[in-house]
């Protein structure tokens, strides 16, 4: 069975280069880059890599990177872009429930949703933490974005809805209050100009909970953070405003 996210991402690269959420690149891999104390020795995995946006930024400065993306078109399109931009990145059609890397990466990057949190159980979104915990060197450091369970349980249901309605993407939410899950009917314009809706299923974690999950895989420190698009910053405290938490763990 074809999961939501697989076909939506089946023809959605280049849309999906348009998005607003997208364009804050530079920003965000500044922040990567001071993780890391520009030490371009670092190897880096970037999971859930989509197009390749990071990938191509932190590739561009100077990084060895391999992506891995589920989506064939999504990695077609990564390919061309860095082809363009002149550099050298590996990118990999893979599933991020299944590496086979085993303590090769300085840092693992998930950014914007990649992967974690779209799965259709908790236990498989649990498998994907797990891929980059085992793909982590001694030491090494895990940075990724969730969706914030704060936001939808300190606002109503009604101002979820009428917020993502707004956006013109997304209509007919359904967040459930027992799995932290969200429903909604995605609808888009594919690369063809076609209308297209898929109905998504997405999951929101509580902080409590992304800290636990990432302890008990070994991780010893667990920051988290407010997230804003193309300006991560350790400054920013997570509140039930912010949609999304900028996580930073280290082995």
């Not at 400065?61 to 993306?69: L, N, Q, T």
């Not at 429930?97 to 998930?110: A, C, N, P, T, Y």
């Not at 992304?210 to 804003?228: A, D, E, M, P, Q």
Request: proline share 2%; net charge negative; aromatic share 10%.
């Amino acid at each position: 069975m074809i999961q939501w996210y697989e076909e939506l991402f089946s023809n959605f690269a280049e849309q999906y280069d348009k998005e607003e959420f997208v364009q804050g690149t530079s920003g965000e891999v500044d922040f990567i880059e001071a993780e890391i104390n520009r030490d371009r020795t670092c190897r880096i995995l970037d999971i859930g890599c989509g197009t390749g946006r990071h990938s191509i930024e932190l590739s561009r400065r100077g990084y060895s990177v391999i992506g891995i993306d589920l989506s064939e078109s999504m990695l077609a399109r990564a390919k061309m872009k860095a082809h363009n931009a002149g550099v050298k990145v590996e990118f990999i059609q893979a599933d991020a429930r299944h590496l086979q890397f085993s303590k090769e990466f300085d840092l693992v990057i998930m950014l914007c949703e990649g992967a974690f949190p779209l799965m259709e159980t908790d236990e498989m979104n649990y498998m994907i933490l797990g891929s980059a915990a085992n793909a982590l060197k001694d030491r090494g450091k895990f940075i990724f974005t969730t969706l914030n369970a704060l936001f939808p349980l300190f606002h109503s249901v009604k101002d979820l809805i009428t917020r993502n309605a707004d956006t013109g993407q997304s209509s007919h939410n359904s967040f459930d209050l027992m799995t932290l899950r969200d429903t909604s009917k995605f609808e888009f314009l594919d690369d063809g100009g076609n209308s297209r809706s898929v109905q998504s299923n997405e999951r929101y974690y509580a902080p409590s909970e992304v800290s636990w999950l990432l302890k008990s895989l070994g991780f010893n420190t667990v920051h988290i953070y407010g997230c804003r698009l193309g300006a991560f910053s350790r400054n920013d405290t997570l509140t039930p405003e912010n949609l999304e938490m900028l996580v930073v763990a280290q082995r």
